[in-house]
């Protein structure tokens, strides 16, 4: 499935990141080498600590690495972000209250300077793609957790951005509405094509989501395996009861369970 | 309107405890007059002279009550120098009075909510200002007022600025500290990852301002206004005390106790409160009304 004469869309080499705190510094990101083509759904998982939402953030020039290089598009994370280059969903979903759902997602757009006739369209066309179609005129605090996040969601769509970072987007989300968001999701990367970097502590939705999946571990914060999912493209929910899904959920594990030895 | 009860309630209790109060502080007026004629008191009639004195230590409210219907409507309506007699308002009025201060107060609340956003805004993006002007900004509210008012009269004065100005500029004074202080906490009210979000769209800081930060600012700015008006008709009502003006609420208050018209004070008194709880509730009114039209409110 993988195009792989075109460069990567992110190429991290050999990336340090050192925090300096008032206990000393904390190494939350060592040696760490990673590509990702473009149209790839990548999961980073790991527990806490290990530097998965750092490096989505180095990634999004909201930090800066400490030595090694990163391209973005091939560009700087810094050039990147100012091409506007990525959508970035963060874990909470981050809505002005002050602003209806269509306001919300018009953010980006009026910031970017896109015509009142373009930001209309475009809205209503990402707030169809999440399922949000009907909700424009609503406030945030008339949806749930989950419709907010969606809404999050369309709002990092909203520009033409070829690449979306996502923080933990449905950490804070229960289990049958995150497994329906999961399905949602699946169905706007294939519609859109996007290059999706993905956040998350669940091993399930990493394994159900991605195409690679990068497992983490922490002090210092590293990758101890990098996972090509065999499973193909299309993916209904039973597929979690196949014995592939259980081996890649398994080999996920172990990696996880490889970093905590050395603790 | 559900609040009208408890209200009701409170001020029925302070009326009561006032009235309760009138009869012992008027006492030992109404039994030294009664010695003096050479007459034995009865407790009925005490109290009805407690109620009734012409220069009492504390005035029974319906007395006040009595004075602000007399001073204002009455006054207007059929004062020799009434607005009904003369076609201007009367210098005897509490209406007249009223508005010189509020005149003055509104002029110096207008410029202090400025002042105060602007230093605000100053503070939140310059680190500068950050570091250098909340601790003058402090400094300035513990001075009191009282020492400090005087002096800005007199060297105004001394430049040729008189009247309006000087009292507005007190005003100001004492209205832009609680601006400053909430701005600079509502501007900062959005949180890291509302600010990271703006980075990532490439945002300039004009833009982080306008549609994040002064948003985010909203409901401190109308609870701050509301401190700051208040604190506006203060700084009026103490600039036209030192200078003995002729004008104005404060200078009802100095003639009141020249003269030892504690009703007269009183009512000042109550044509000030009455005056700062209108103001309030119109900022109430308008935050209301912005915050719904924001969809602030659930």
């Given at each position: 499935m993988r195009d792989t004469v075109t460069a990567p869309v992110i190429a991290a080499k050999d990336l340090n990141l050192t925090f300096q705190t008032g206990d000393g510094p904390v190494?939350?990101?060592?040696?760490v080498t990673l590509e990702i083509a473009k149209g790839e759904f990548v999961s980073f998982i790991g527990p806490?600590?290990?530097?998965k939402t750092t490096f989505l953030r180095v990634i999004a020039d909201l930090e800066q690495p400490t030595s090694g290089t990163i391209r973005v598009n091939g560009m700087s994370p810094e050039a990147a972000r100012k091409a506007r280059a990525y959508g970035y969903v963060f874990?909470?979903?981050?809505?002005?209250?002050?602003?209806t759902i269509a306001g919300n997602v018009k953010l980006p757009l009026e910031i970017m300077g896109y015509s009142r006739a373009d930001q209309a369209a475009r809205v209503d066309k990402v707030l169809e793609l999440v399922e949000l179609?009907?909700?424009?005129?609503?406030?945030?605090?008339?949806?749930?957790g989950g419709m907010q996040q969606r809404a999050s969601i369309a709002r990092a769509l909203?520009?033409?951005?070829?690449i979306l970072l996502m923080d933990?987007?449905?950490?804070?989300?229960?289990e049958i509405v995150r497994d329906r968001l999961n399905e949602q999701l699946l169905d706007l990367w294939a519609r859109t094509e996007k290059t999706i970097g993905f956040v998350t502590h669940s091993i399930p939705e990493a394994v159900y989501l991605s195409t690679k999946i990068v497992v983490m571990s922490p002090?210092?914060?590293?990758?101890t395996d990098i996972i090509d999912s065999?499973?193909?493209?299309?993916?209904?929910?039973?597929?979690?009861?196949s014995p592939e899904f259980i081996d890649i959920a398994h080999r996920v594990r172990e990696g996880l369970r490889a970093g905590h030895i050395d603790d | 309107m559900r609040t009208i009860g408890p209200v009701l309630a409170v001020t029925a209790a302070l009326l009561a405890l006032w009235y309760a109060a009138v009869i012992p502080m008027n006492a030992q007026w109404a039994q030294d007059q009664a010695r003096r004629a050479g007459q034995d008191l009865s407790f009925s009639a005490l109290v009805a002279d407690t109620m009734s004195?012409?220069?009492?230590?504390l005035p029974a409210p319906h007395q006040v009550a009595q004075e602000l219907w007399n001073s204002t409507v009455v006054e207007e309506m059929?004062?020799?120098?009434?607005f009904m007699n003369t076609g201007t308002l009367s210098n005897r009025s509490l209406v007249y009075h009223g508005w010189v201060t509020l005149s003055a107060t509104l002029l110096g609340f207008a410029i202090g909510s400025v002042l105060g956003i602007a230093l605000a805004v100053g503070i939140v993006h310059n680190r500068a200002m950050d570091a250098s002007v909340m601790p003058w900004a402090i400094a300035s509210q513990t001075i009191p007022i009282l020492a400090i008012a005087p002096m800005i009269i007199v060297v105004l004065n001394a430049v040729g600025i008189t009247g309006l100005v000087p009292k507005a500029i007190i005003s100001t004074y004492l209205s832009f500290f609680p601006v400053v202080v909430g701005m600079v906490k509502g501007l900062r009210a959005p949180d890291q990852m509302q600010l990271d979000l703006m980075k990532t769209y490439n945002a300039s800081g004009g833009q982080v301002f306008q549609k994040l930060r002064w948003p985010s600012a909203m409901p401190y700015l109308f609870a701050s206004l509301k401190v700051a008006i208040a604190a506006a008709l203060v700084g009026a009502i103490v600039a036209e005390l030192p200078t003995g003006a002729v004008a104005g609420l404060g200078a009802r208050l100095l003639s009141g106790s020249y003269y030892g018209q504690t009703v007269q004070i009183w009512a000042a008194l109550i044509a000030a409160a009455i005056l700062a709880a209108s103001m309030v509730a119109i900022i109430s009114a308008l935050q209301r009304l912005t915050l719904r039209r924001m969809g602030m409110t659930a």
């Amino acid at each position: 499935m993988r195009d792989t004469v075109t460069a990567p869309v992110i190429a991290a080499k050999d990336l340090n990141l050192t925090f300096q705190t008032g206990d000393g510094p904390v190494h939350a990101l060592k040696d760490v080498t990673l590509e990702i083509a473009k149209g790839e759904f990548v999961s980073f998982i790991g527990p806490s600590g290990c530097g998965k939402t750092t490096f989505l953030r180095v990634i999004a020039d909201l930090e800066q690495p400490t030595s090694g290089t990163i391209r973005v598009n091939g560009m700087s994370p810094e050039a990147a972000r100012k091409a506007r280059a990525y959508g970035y969903v963060f874990q909470a979903a981050g809505l002005y209250p002050w602003r209806t759902i269509a306001g919300n997602v018009k953010l980006p757009l009026e910031i970017m300077g896109y015509s009142r006739a373009d930001q209309a369209a475009r809205v209503d066309k990402v707030l169809e793609l999440v399922e949000l179609s009907g909700f424009q005129r609503k406030f945030p605090w008339q949806l749930s957790g989950g419709m907010q996040q969606r809404a999050s969601i369309a709002r990092a769509l909203a520009f033409d951005a070829d690449i979306l970072l996502m923080d933990e987007p449905f950490g804070a989300l229960d289990e049958i509405v995150r497994d329906r968001l999961n399905e949602q999701l699946l169905d706007l990367w294939a519609r859109t094509e996007k290059t999706i970097g993905f956040v998350t502590h669940s091993i399930p939705e990493a394994v159900y989501l991605s195409t690679k999946i990068v497992v983490m571990s922490p002090r210092p914060g590293r990758i101890t395996d990098i996972i090509d999912s065999p499973l193909p493209r299309e993916r209904p929910l039973e597929i979690r009861d196949s014995p592939e899904f259980i081996d890649i959920a398994h080999r996920v594990r172990e990696g996880l369970r490889a970093g905590h030895i050395d603790d | 309107m559900r609040t009208i009860g408890p209200v009701l309630a409170v001020t029925a209790a302070l009326l009561a405890l006032w009235y309760a109060a009138v009869i012992p502080m008027n006492a030992q007026w109404a039994q030294d007059q009664a010695r003096r004629a050479g007459q034995d008191l009865s407790f009925s009639a005490l109290v009805a002279d407690t109620m009734s004195q012409q220069r009492p230590r504390l005035p029974a409210p319906h007395q006040v009550a009595q004075e602000l219907w007399n001073s204002t409507v009455v006054e207007e309506m059929t004062g020799r120098r009434g607005f009904m007699n003369t076609g201007t308002l009367s210098n005897r009025s509490l209406v007249y009075h009223g508005w010189v201060t509020l005149s003055a107060t509104l002029l110096g609340f207008a410029i202090g909510s400025v002042l105060g956003i602007a230093l605000a805004v100053g503070i939140v993006h310059n680190r500068a200002m950050d570091a250098s002007v909340m601790p003058w900004a402090i400094a300035s509210q513990t001075i009191p007022i009282l020492a400090i008012a005087p002096m800005i009269i007199v060297v105004l004065n001394a430049v040729g600025i008189t009247g309006l100005v000087p009292k507005a500029i007190i005003s100001t004074y004492l209205s832009f500290f609680p601006v400053v202080v909430g701005m600079v906490k509502g501007l900062r009210a959005p949180d890291q990852m509302q600010l990271d979000l703006m980075k990532t769209y490439n945002a300039s800081g004009g833009q982080v301002f306008q549609k994040l930060r002064w948003p985010s600012a909203m409901p401190y700015l109308f609870a701050s206004l509301k401190v700051a008006i208040a604190a506006a008709l203060v700084g009026a009502i103490v600039a036209e005390l030192p200078t003995g003006a002729v004008a104005g609420l404060g200078a009802r208050l100095l003639s009141g106790s020249y003269y030892g018209q504690t009703v007269q004070i009183w009512a000042a008194l109550i044509a000030a409160a009455i005056l700062a709880a209108s103001m309030v509730a119109i900022i109430s009114a308008l935050q209301r009304l912005t915050l719904r039209r924001m969809g602030m409110t659930a």
